[in-house]
């Protein structure tokens, strides 16, 4: 035993010297927290706003007034027909322009959107939060009543994403990378002949990741909840269970790449594209995976960040019991097992 807590310590004290490593493990979650949380946004602010209206009546003048006070829009100014509207359009003066009829103060009809579609999302949703402004009657933002995210914030999505992402790739990218480096220096063969078992030495460097993911994961949480004011709902105690669990496989992934991989660099291509890529664009981390494609669905139903996000989102911002994420977690052991079953299997006690 004194022999496996030297080996985590000297592992512990190896990632403690790397100063770039630290950066990166501790630096990355504080760079992305406040990326996505305040910078990439897909919230709905400061739309540039042209009104095309033959004649200002009253009522008319009432939904323009309820467009300038609401934070969605800006207004820009008033023309008088829809081809000067489309030229400022063009003219990238304005990102929409709302058409009044004549009769829309009789009708309370009659409005046409004209909308820079490049970016046909958010292009929706400026239309949607047009037409709720100009339809409210009573004045207020949105004629609808939103669950669990009544502030439309994009932080609520993107912080259990990250959550995702950042313990993935630091318990299996780095933890890869770890051993790989040891065959590279030739030292793998020093440590695989000491006294302790091959399996206590990849455990033990597997360690000071697990200690190193869970301080990552404080930070995210306060950060979560104090800096971008995302409410933790659901009960923090099944939150770090389903976390551990995450990081287990996570871990167990690492191991399994370090195995296949003889260099640091192909374990670091390995990483980038069996991890970064699909998390970012098939684990529901930015894009739905129900409107994907059912090829890419079918592809999405193995990536173990999906299950996760997931779990955190409902637990997190829906604040559901551990009932409600009960499939989540199954998955998540399942392929926990799994992963660390194939990844015992193929690690080889005798180096080539």
């Known amino acids: 035993m004194k022999q496996f807590i030297s080996f985590v310590i000297k592992e512990a004290k190896h990632i403690l010297r790397d100063k770039r490593t630290m950066l990166i493990l501790f630096g990355m979650p504080l760079v992305l927290m406040l990326l996505f949380g305040f910078a990439i946004t897909n919230d709905v602010k400061n739309v540039r706003t042209v009104v095309v209206t033959s004649s200002m009546d009253h009522l008319t003048q009432q939904a323009v007034d309820r467009l300038a006070a609401s934070e969605y829009f800006t207004m820009t100014q008033v023309v008088g027909t829809p081809r000067e509207a489309e030229l400022l359009i063009r003219g990238q ?7 009044f009829g ?10 046409q959107f004209i909308v820079d579609g490049a970016d046909p999302n958010m292009a929706q949703m400026w239309t949607s939060y047009a037409t709720a402004v100009i339809t409210n009657a009573d004045g ?23 959550m995702g992402m950042l313990l993935m790739l630091v318990c299996a990218m780095m933890t890869s990378i ?31 990741y697990l200690v190193l993911a869970f301080a990552i994961l404080i930070i995210i949480l306060l950060m979560a909840r104090f800096v971008l004011g995302v409410p933790l709902a659901g009960s923090l105690m099944w939150i770090l269970v389903i976390s551990t669990i995450y990081i287990l496989l996570a871990l167990s992934l690492g191991l399994l790449i370090s195995n296949v991989a003889q260099t640091q660099l192909v374990a670091l291509l390995l990483s980038a594209m069996v991890l970064l890529m699909p ?10 995976v129900e409107s994907m494609p059912a090829i890419l669905q079918w592809v999405s139903a193995v990536i173990p960040p999906r299950y996760y996000i997931e779990a955190m989102r ?20 399942l392929m926990t097992v799994l992963l660390l079953a194939l990844a015992l299997t193929t690690f080889k006690k005798r180096l080539e």
Request: net charge positive; glycine share 6%; charged share 20%.
């Open 93 to 99: 003066k304005a990102d929409m322009a709302i058409v």
């Open 102 to 111: 004549p009769d829309f103060a009789a009708k309370r009809s009659g409005v």
């Open 140 to 162: 207020g933002a949105v004629n609808s009543k939103m669950l669990y995210n009544p502030q439309l914030k994009s932080a609520y999505n993107f912080v259990p994403a990250i």
């Open 178 to 208: 770890s051993i790989v480096r040891e065959k590279e220096k030739g030292t793998m063969e020093v440590l695989l002949v000491s006294p302790v078992k091959p399996l206590m030495i990849i455990v033990a460097k597997a360690i000071p």
């Open 279 to 288: 998390i970012v664009m098939l684990s529901g981390m930015l894009f739905p």
């Open 314 to 333: 409902k637990l997190m911002i829906m604040g559901v019991g551990v009932d409600q994420v009960i499939r989540e977690l199954g998955i998540l052991l």
